[in-house]
T-cell receptor, first 113, second 113 residues
Framework: DAKTTQPPSMDCAEGRAANLPCNHS???????VYWYRQIHSQGPQYIIH???NNETNEMASLIITEDRKSSTLILPHATLRDTAVYYC??????????????FGGGTRLMVKP | DTAVSQTPKYLVTQMGNDKSIKCEQN?????MYWYKQDSKKFLKIMFS???????INETVPNRFSPKSPDKAHLNLHINSLELGDSAVYFC????????????FGEGSRLTVL
């Protein structure tokens, strides 16, 4: 039951902005957009989440379209350490039995020198 | 001080053996999870545990059993290990009210020979 669609892979030049797209056309009104990444051989790492407003933290910015059917994660100045698989997930924020955090295939971002 | 810690990090064992992986979180979270990442790199939820309620992914064999001595620990026991159990197992935790923001451990790589 894939709620999100992401490109399987992307390249980015070191120092440039990395823009990772995600489509979630069936998102419901109370579902948030979450982004995680998994650097090779490490556990997944939470990056950012949002409902409808754009969000920014020390790691990234999240731009959500007005209709909420797609979003973009922006790493403003990508470094080699940002090479990872990035996962876009939509879900409600509260815990319940039918609402486990489910990972899809993600986008493999390769940052190149 | 690691937020979510798992032990052991590596585990090599023979088919048919019984083994355990321990997980501890010092974040004061009330919900803990176990995920399995197989050789194809797909992350799958296995269990979640909140307030003494265990949610089991129906695809998980009953040879797998989580045990929670207290809110800070969720250990994974595996009986009669099979070759297909070889994977990386990740423990995670969250607040029930922020169940989209999971903190993951570094993973435990299990190899069954």
């Amino acid at each position: 039951d894939a709620k999100t669609t992401q490109p399987p892979s992307m390249d980015c030049a070191e120092g440039r902005a990395a823009n990772l797209p995600c489509n979630h056309s069936t998102i419901s009104g109370n579902e948030y957009v979450y982004w995680y990444r998994q650097i090779h051989s490490q556990g997944p790492q939470y990056i950012i989440h949002g409902l409808k407003n754009n969000e920014t933290n020390e790691m990234a910015s999240l731009i959500i379209t007005e209709d909420r059917k797609s979003s973009t994660l922006i790493l403003p100045h990508a470094t080699l350490r940002d090479t990872a698989v990035y996962y876009c997930i939509v879900r409600e924020p509260f815990y319940n039995a039918g609402n486990m955090l489910t990972f899809g295939g993600g986008t493999r971002l390769m940052v190149k020198p | 001080d690691t937020a979510v810690s798992q032990t052991p990090k590596y585990l090599v064992t023979q088919m048919g053996n019984d083994k355990s992986i321990k997980c501890e979180q010092n974040l004061g979270h009330d919900t803990m999870y176990w995920y399995k990442q197989d050789s194809k790199k797909f992350l799958k939820i296995m269990f979640s545990y909140n307030n003494k309620e265990l949610i089991i992914n129906e695809t998980v064999p009953n040879r797998f059993s989580p045990k929670s001595p207290d809110k800070a620990h969720l250990n994974l026991h595996i009986n009669s290990l099979e070759l297909g159990d070889s994977a990386v197992y990740f423990c995670a935790s969250s607040k029930a009210g922020a169940a989209g923001e999971l903190f993951f451990g570094e993973g435990s790589r299990l190899t069954v020979l």
